[in-house]
């Protein structure tokens, strides 16, 4: 099944010049990136992005984190591109990711893990138009 899901590269992830290599290694696996857009997230599109965790402990770093510098934020598609792009990511903490994900390989701590990506399609769908226009996403 053909399925979209959004991605993103973090602040730690851009810092270190790293996009190049995860959007290779997404196409190397079957993902295409149908949009994207790199940009610095105001303290509201951080807050509102992630308030489902706005009663948890990390909240206020999460979003301090994703609003210390740019991001790419990308549209990935392809044959079930959820669960493929979760399993290209690793595990949160990448003490705990598997060999040769991108959080194993680049994340520096659970909370600079250098990706982002939906983990269901309802989710997807949240995030995708949280940052993109329709008309973005063709």
């Given at each position: 099944?053909?399925?979209?899901?959004?991605?993103?590269?973090?602040?730690?992830g851009?810092?270190?010049?790293?996009?190049?290599?995860?959007?290779?290694?997404?196409?190397?696996?079957?993902?295409?990136?149908?949009?994207?857009?790199?940009?610095?997230?105001?303290?509201?599109?951080?807050?509102?992005?992630?308030?489902?965790?706005?009663?948890?402990?990390?909240?206020?770093?999460?979003?301090?984190?994703?609003?210390?510098?740019?991001?790419?934020?990308?549209?990935?598609?392809?044959?079930?591109?959820?669960?493929?792009?979760?399993?290209?990511?690793?595990?949160?903490?990448?003490?705990?990711?598997?060999?040769?994900?991108?959080?194993?390989?680049?994340?520096?701590?659970?909370?600079?893990?250098?990706?982002?990506g939906?983990d269901?399609?309802?989710?997807?769908?949240?995030?995708?138009?949280?940052?993109?226009?329709?008309?973005?996403?063709?």
């Open positions: 099944m053909i399925q979209r899901t959004f991605s993103i590269i973090k602040p730690d851009v810092k270190r010049n790293l996009i190049g290599k995860i959007i290779a290694r997404f196409e190397q696996e079957g993902l295409r990136v149908v949009a994207a857009q790199m940009k610095r997230l105001s303290l509201h599109e951080a807050q509102g992005f992630y308030a489902v965790h706005k009663d948890r402990p990390f909240f206020g770093e999460l979003v301090e984190s994703m609003t210390s510098g740019p991001v790419l934020l990308m549209v990935l598609e392809g044959e079930n591109a959820i669960l493929k792009n979760r399993e290209i990511m690793g595990a949160t903490n990448p003490a705990q990711a598997a060999e040769n994900t991108i959080r194993k390989l680049y994340a520096l701590s659970i909370g600079e893990n250098t990706v982002h939906s269901a399609p309802e989710t997807a769908a949240f995030e995708i138009a949280w940052f993109f226009a329709q008309s973005q996403v063709k």
